[in-house]
């Protein structure tokens, strides 16, 4: 039943109530009932298409089209970039000590590590990442909401009709219409 047919029945019932005998309600489409269920139904209608809506609760997938990140700085360890001079240089140490060079042996390990010292912080980089969905190199799991928390993307389906119904809730306020009344 719709908007229009509730109207002539409402109209309907409060004349035979009000009435003190049975009468008989002309509800005809060319009725002044009928004509003006109709038009009070379109207005009723075209006010709550005018309004504006509030989502008080939504559960939604996010889709994640692409993901991009600059050049990140990496730290590397003194060890890394002395590399293959670390074994000579204890080489040295071991037959520099008894001849008495350690202190040179000393000097120079302070050198390379005083020349190599400002690489430790940020020394490389790591190329950024472009990911995309469509090149297959983006997988990503995550979730919108509105209201409660779902916690995890797993506690909702919004795949068919139930649930979306279930997870999506759009409220008409009393306060969004007030003005269109």
Partial sequence: MGLRQKLIDAK??????????????????????????????????ETLSEANLTITQLKAPVVVESLKTPD??????????????????????KIGDPLGLGGIIDKLEGEIEKAITPLLE??????????????????????????????????????????????TTVHLSVEDIEDLI
């Fill in 122 to 167: 940020g020394g490389a980089k790591l190329a950024g990442l472009d990911l995309g969905k469509d090149a297959g190199g983006l997988e990503s799991i995550g979730y919108v909401y509105i209201g409660e928390d779902p916690d995890s993307v797993e506690d909702f389906d919004v795949e068919d009709e139930d649930g979306q119904r279930e997870n």
């Fill in 12 to 45: 309907v019932d409060a004349l035979q109530e009000s009435a003190q005998e049975s009468i008989e309600v002309d509800t005809g489409p060319n009725s002044y009932i009928y004509l003006e269920a109709d038009k009070t139904a379109r207005a009723i209608l």
């Fill in 72 to 93: 990140q700085p990496v730290n590397i360890e003194l060890e890394t970039l002395l590399g293959e001079y670390q074994p000579v240089l204890k080489a040295l140490r």
